[in-house]
């Protein structure tokens, strides 16, 4: 799913292919794009998270390894 304007400055949105003008669609399909906005939104905020949840994990652990280096 992504949105363009056209050449007359009317927002596109294409979705499986298809190209709709987005004003000329209902209130109701246009509160579904706005969820699904959202939705993907909130996604890839959480996998950032997740990726820097993952980047201090890893650091963590090498600087455990570290202090443990030199104890028998």
């Not at 596109?12 to 003008?21: A, D, H, I, N, S």
């Not at 987005?22 to 246009?30: G, Y």
């Not at 909130?42 to 090498?62: C, G, P, V, W, Y």
């Amino acid at each position: 799913m992504s949105e363009n304007t056209n050449e007359s400055g009317n927002p596109v949105l294409t979705f499986e292919g298809k190209e709709y003008l987005i004003n000329d669609l209902s209130k109701d399909i246009k509160e579904s794009i706005k969820g699904l906005q959202i939705a993907e939104t909130q996604l890839k905020m959480h996998e950032d998270t997740l990726k820097l949840l993952s980047i201090s994990r890893n650091f963590l652990a090498n600087q455990l390894k570290e202090k443990l280096k030199n104890i028998e």
